[in-house]
């Protein structure tokens, strides 16, 4: 396939036609990473009662192949979001002929069996690597006891107990449970419910992994995530995510099996670890199976935001996923923190088009005036000189009411997306923003890799500390680029821009 029609991303996954949003099921097995998500392949809306697992497979996590959706809702309502593990050792016992296969576990909304209590945990598998499923004749696998909300389950085999784990979102909290067969499950522990200031919207797709500190530490940490939603009434006095509406937030930790401990008590919501500070990724967790020889913990996230997610001005598809990013926690002088990198394999579609080193930026002139791209990567490291504000305006029109400006203020120690001129903003009312997050200089210097497509910037400051995803909607012929500085002088001690390759070529 090649996708040319207005804001189709180039260098993202979209899928041909119709609704889709939160990535699902998301496993590496024998050779293939499989990403589902939540899909309606009837409707470019979100019809909620007929969601079903869209499909597709990539080698590489760059290229890939849309297969006809997966799990279909049926009498057991719709398949709402959830994930996939690889049994190696025939834990279930679906796979005596194969000795392993895929396992979904996934949420069912509105089914017929329990009326009033929507939300129950089911089970799939797969005998030929994610091709076909076969429901479990024994669903559902797990009823509520009290809440309505109780979905996204994402288990993971726990190493040290040698049981599986799944993390539920349960209104206010997530629950844990285990089983040694992903048939019958056992509640463990539940998390978070007595947190102040977190509860802004209800959780939903919440993650707990294991991941080492630094790259040459022999610690361990365990992270929880969660992505908090507010389209069922928010608590206003609760923090709101960073640019609103749909956000993820994170928590270190230590993870015994049953239990999750916090490092820190938080104390107040000012101390929240936001993921991402603009306002389209959601929903994101990482690929399970990932050989232990690769070990890098991956994920993509959903490149949107429920408060305008159905009103978006694409055409015969609505929704794309982010690139995939590797996830790292690393030691600075606040503490621990997560950062997010562009996977390596995307470097494959770079082609180089233009390199700077040294050199000193003037207000009122633009060294990138040759360049035009409609997506690029743009890899840089500047050093403050006397400018109060710098930064890049990308996809600018040539008659200049057209641009999204990616920038830093120095005072304010802030790095900013401007999207309020970036074209298609009026589909919905919050769209048109300007969105900040607090980025400190690193002796005197900051850094940016930053992603632009037909229709998504994504901004990776300072090495992935402080990152910032927003949807844009310019016209194709917006192409125009400018390095601005503003009140001074800006030092360019090396930049990089990269025209890429179409995932879809
Ligand atoms: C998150 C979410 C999940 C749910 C799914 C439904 O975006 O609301 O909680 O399972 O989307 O499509």
């Given at each position: 396939?090649?996708?040319?029609?207005?804001?189709?991303?180039?260098?993202?996954?979209?899928?041909?036609?119709?609704?889709?949003?939160?990535?699902?099921?998301?496993?590496?097995?024998?050779?293939?990473y499989?990403?589902?998500?939540?899909?309606?392949?009837?409707d470019?809306?979100?019809?909620?009662?007929?969601?079903?697992?869209?499909?597709?497979?990539?080698?590489d996590l760059?290229?890939?192949?849309?297969?006809?959706?997966?799990?279909?809702?049926?009498?057991?309502g719709?398949?709402?979001?959830?994930?996939?593990?690889?049994?190696?050792?025939?834990?279930?016992?679906?796979?005596?002929?194969?000795?392993?296969?895929?396992?979904?576990?996934?949420?069912?909304?509105?089914?017929?069996?329990q009326?009033g209590?929507?939300?129950?945990?089911?089970?799939?598998?797969?005998?030929?690597?994610?091709?076909?499923?076969?429901?479990?004749?024994?669903?559902?696998?797990?009823?509520?006891?009290?809440?309505?909300?109780?979905?996204?389950?994402?288990?993971?085999?726990?190493?040290?107990?040698?049981?599986?784990?799944?993390?539920?979102?349960?209104?206010?909290?997530?629950?844990?449970?285990?089983?040694?067969?992903?048939?019958?499950?056992?509640?463990?522990?539940?998390?978070?419910?007595?947190?102040?200031?977190?509860?802004?919207?209800?959780?939903?797709?919440?993650?707990?992994?294991?991941?080492?500190?630094?790259?040459?530490?022999?610690?361990?940490?365990?992270?929880?995530?969660?992505?908090?939603?507010?389209?069922?009434g928010?608590?206003?006095?609760?923090?709101?995510?960073?640019?609103?509406?749909?956000g993820?937030?994170?928590?270190?930790?230590?993870?015994?099996?049953?239990?999750?401990?916090?490092?820190?008590?938080?104390?107040?919501?000012?101390?929240?670890?936001?993921?991402?500070?603009?306002?389209?990724?959601?929903?994101?967790?990482?690929?399970?199976?990932?050989?232990?020889?690769d070990?890098?913990?991956?994920w993509?996230?959903?490149?949107?935001?429920?408060?305008?997610?159905?009103?978006?001005?694409?055409?015969?598809?609505?929704?794309?996923?982010?690139?995939?990013?590797?996830?790292?926690?690393?030691?600075?002088?606040?503490?621990?923190?997560?950062?997010?990198?562009?996977?390596?394999?995307?470097?494959?579609?770079?082609?180089?088009?233009?390199?700077?080193?040294?050199?000193?930026?003037?207000?009122?002139?633009?060294?990138?005036?040759?360049?035009?791209?409609?997506?690029?990567?743009?890899?840089?490291?500047?050093?403050?000189?006397?400018?109060?504000?710098?930064?890049?305006?990308?996809?600018?029109?040539?008659?200049?009411?057209?641009?999204?400006?990616?920038?830093?203020?120095?005072?304010?120690?802030?790095l900013?997306?401007?999207?309020?001129?970036?074209?298609?903003?009026?589909?919905?009312?919050?769209?048109?923003?300007?969105?900040?997050?607090?980025?400190?200089?690193?002796?005197?210097?900051?850094?940016?890799?930053?992603?632009?497509?037909w229709?998504?910037?994504?901004?990776?400051?300072?090495?992935?500390?402080?990152?910032?995803?927003?949807?844009?909607?310019?016209?194709?012929?917006?192409?125009?680029?400018?390095?601005?500085?503003?009140?001074?002088?800006?030092?360019?001690?090396?930049?990089?821009?990269?025209?890429?390759?179409?995932?879809?070529?």
């Amino acid at each position: 396939i090649i996708y040319k029609s207005e804001y189709r991303p180039q260098i993202h996954y979209s899928p041909k036609g119709n609704w889709m949003n939160d990535p699902n099921g998301m496993v590496y097995y024998e050779g293939e990473y499989h990403l589902f998500y939540q899909h309606t392949p009837h409707d470019t809306r979100p019809d909620f009662s007929r969601m079903h697992w869209g499909h597709a497979v990539s080698n590489d996590l760059v290229h890939w192949d849309e297969l006809p959706p997966a799990i279909p809702p049926g009498e057991d309502g719709a398949i709402f979001s959830g994930c996939a593990v690889v049994d190696k050792n025939n834990t279930s016992g679906f796979f005596n002929e194969e000795g392993s296969g895929l396992v979904a576990i996934y949420t069912n909304d509105g089914n017929s069996a329990q009326p009033g209590k929507p939300q129950v945990q089911s089970i799939a598998y797969s005998k030929d690597k994610g091709r076909t499923w076969t429901k479990y004749e024994g669903n559902p696998i797990l009823f509520p006891t009290e809440t309505l909300d109780f979905r996204d389950p994402k288990v993971f085999w726990h190493e040290e107990s040698l049981n599986w784990v799944m993390v539920l979102a349960v209104r206010d909290r997530v629950e844990f449970y285990t089983s040694s067969n992903l048939k019958e499950w056992s509640f463990a522990s539940d998390f978070g419910s007595d947190i102040p200031g977190i509860h802004r919207g209800i959780f939903e797709c919440p993650e707990v992994f294991k991941i080492q500190v630094d790259e040459d530490s022999d610690t361990t940490k365990w992270i929880l995530i969660l992505s908090v939603g507010d389209r069922n009434g928010v608590n206003p006095n609760d923090s709101e995510p960073p640019a609103g509406g749909s956000g993820m937030m994170y928590f270190i930790g230590d993870f015994n099996g049953k239990v999750f401990t916090l490092d820190e008590t938080l104390e107040s919501f000012d101390t929240i670890k936001w993921i991402d500070y603009g306002s389209d990724f959601y929903a994101a967790v990482t690929w399970d199976g990932i050989p232990n020889e690769d070990g890098r913990k991956i994920w993509v996230g959903w490149m949107n935001n429920w408060r305008y997610a159905s009103t978006l001005p694409s055409k015969e598809w609505r929704g794309h996923m982010s690139i995939p990013r590797e996830i790292q926690l690393r030691t600075y002088s606040e503490g621990l923190r997560l950062t997010q990198a562009p996977i390596t394999e995307l470097n494959q579609l770079r082609r180089p088009n233009l390199s700077l080193q040294d050199i000193t930026i003037k207000p009122d002139t633009n060294v990138l005036s040759a360049v035009s791209a409609a997506k690029m990567e743009i890899i840089a490291e500047f050093e403050i000189g006397t400018a109060i504000e710098f930064g890049f305006r990308v996809r600018k029109s040539s008659s200049s009411n057209q641009e999204t400006v990616i920038g830093y203020h120095v005072l304010n120690e802030e790095l900013f997306v401007d999207r309020t001129k970036s074209n298609d903003v009026d589909f919905h009312p919050d769209f048109a923003a300007k969105h900040k997050a607090p980025m400190k200089l690193e002796h005197e210097r900051i850094q940016l890799s930053i992603y632009v497509d037909w229709s998504s910037v994504e901004v990776f400051g300072n090495n992935g500390t402080t990152v910032i995803s927003d949807m844009i909607f310019p016209n194709l012929e917006s192409t125009g680029l400018e390095l601005y500085t503003l009140g001074g002088e800006l030092k360019v001690v090396s930049l990089q821009i990269n025209d890429l390759v179409s995932i879809w070529e």
